[in-house]
């Protein structure tokens, strides 16, 4: 049976609509439009505007160019040839090279009338804004990936725990079995190549607001599986003491602790660290075979410190407002238009009452901020929190706020209030 994908459909809608506007508007070769559409209409949002700018360049790059040509050389096709001569390398240099195809269609139209007219310029430019126009709106209609992608990240980190458990089953000798070892490794690894390609598809579907948090999660993610994997290929020459597979084994499950902390994550830093030093501290190997070991051994507290650096990089990177937003979103596709309208009203209130408090600097026993903190428990706390950093920063612009830390005063005054809270609900 074939299967109709949501592009096919899009470009089906995005086509028809295309040539029955141009139509409309009196263009003519209107059915241009809808090549124009079907080749704008792309995988991502943010794609398919960073397309439609090329075009648009190139065709204003395209049109010049050609009517130069055939102004100068005739309308013949050497004159056509020429043209493209020119007008391809400067569209490659001025990062129009999406644009050529569709605009060296356009020129053939001048080449067909065999006149240059302001009118039939101003059509072309016209059926390139129609079927760019057409393929953006169609393409403000993405499938919703949030709720895949969290799925995604709890997988991961099942699996990652999985795979903790079985290099301490390793060290201490408890298995050995290659076939599940390797298929355990490659189910892993397709589902963070799944997972990554989801994240960053995502990623390229938000165009005015920058949403990371899950692309940087699944690329810190993929760092440490090949960690893991380096890891796990120590362990199969390493020959260790009772002594060593305890101090070993006790570390390394401390990794499952680090997934989501970064605070575990110092800490286990820290051990590995004083875990190097005690090796270090040993007596010097007598034999080729304790060198060997020693050696494995040293490059495996090293693997995992990097383990561990790599998570402490991601957390230390991450914007504080950023997991948050994210967060939001993945609960605004699930709750109603009522809910939303609810939290808007809920935003209002607290925007009111924030901006009023931080005006005053009135401390948190102040009954108005008693009642702050009061509307803020109101509704789910991590979308409240996607609107209010959204409220802040018109909020700074609203004050008029002077010295150029006073929008990090109010965020601090924020956030201030916000702990308060959850100490006290």
């Known amino acids: 049976m074939i299967k109709i994908g949501l592009r096919v459909i899009k470009t089906a809608i995005g086509g028809t609509v295309a040539i029955v506007f141009a139509q409309v508007l009196g263009l003519s070769y209107p059915y241009a439009a809808a090549i124009i559409t079907l080749l704008s209409i792309q995988d991502t949002r943010r794609k398919s505007f960073d397309v439609v700018n090329q075009r648009l360049k190139a065709t204003v790059l395209s049109l010049t160019i050609g009517s130069v040509m055939f102004l100068v050389f005739g309308f013949n096709a050497v004159a056509f040839g020429l043209s493209l001569l020119c007008f391809i390398p400067l569209a490659v240099k001025f990062n129009a090279s999406e644009g050529i195809s569709t605009s060296a269609v356009l020129v053939t139209h001048l080449l067909g009338e065999g006149f240059i007219s302001g009118a039939l310029l101003l059509n072309e430019v016209a059926l390139m804004v129609v079927g760019t126009g057409v393929a953006l709106i169609v393409n403000t209609y993405m499938p919703k990936m949030l709720g895949r992608i969290t799925d995604d990240q709890d997988q991961i980190e099942e699996q990652f725990q999985t795979i903790v458990g079985y290099l301490v089953d390793k060290i201490h000798r408890h298995t050995n079995d290659e076939v599940n070892e390797q298929k355990l490794f490659s189910s892993v690894k397709d589902l963070l190549e799944g997972a990554k390609t989801r994240a960053n598809k995502d990623q390229e579907n938000y165009v005015l607001i920058e949403v990371s948090y899950y692309a940087q999660y699944m690329e810190m993610r993929f760092l ?9 290929q120590i362990l199969d020459k390493v020959k260790l003491n009772s002594k060593q597979e305890t101090i070993l084994a006790n570390l390394t499950e401390q990794f499952t602790r680090n997934l989501h902390d970064a605070n575990n994550t110092v800490d286990s830093i820290a051990e590995s660290d004083k875990i190097m030093d005690e090796f270090q501290n040993q007596p010097l190997p007598q034999t080729r075979e304790e060198f060997v070991n020693q050696t494995l051994i040293f490059q495996y507290l090293n693997e995992f410190h990097h383990l561990l650096d790599i998570n402490k990089t991601f ?23 009522i ?7 809920n935003a209002k209130k607290f925007k009111k009452n924030l901006k009023y408090c931080y005006q005053k600097q009135l401390p948190i026993t102040d009954p108005k901020v008693q009642e702050l903190i009061g509307v803020w428990n109101k509704f789910t706390i991590e979308v409240q929190i996607h609107d209010m950093l959204e409220e802040i920063e018109v909020m700074s612009k609203e004050l008029n706020l002077g010295r150029r830390n006073d929008e990090t005063d109010l965020q601090e005054y924020f956030k201030k209030i916000i702990k308060e809270s959850n100490k006290m609900y």
């Not at 440490?224 to 796990?232: M, P």
């Not at 809910?339 to 009203?345: C, F, Q, Y």
């Open 339 to 345: 809910e939303k309208i609810a939290i808007i009203k």
């Open 315 to 337: 957390f230390d990177n991450l914007r504080p407002e950023e997991k948050v937003l994210t967060q939001a979103l993945v609960i605004k596709e699930s709750i109603s238009f």
């Open 224 to 232: 440490q599986f090949d960690v893991l994997a380096r890891l796990s």
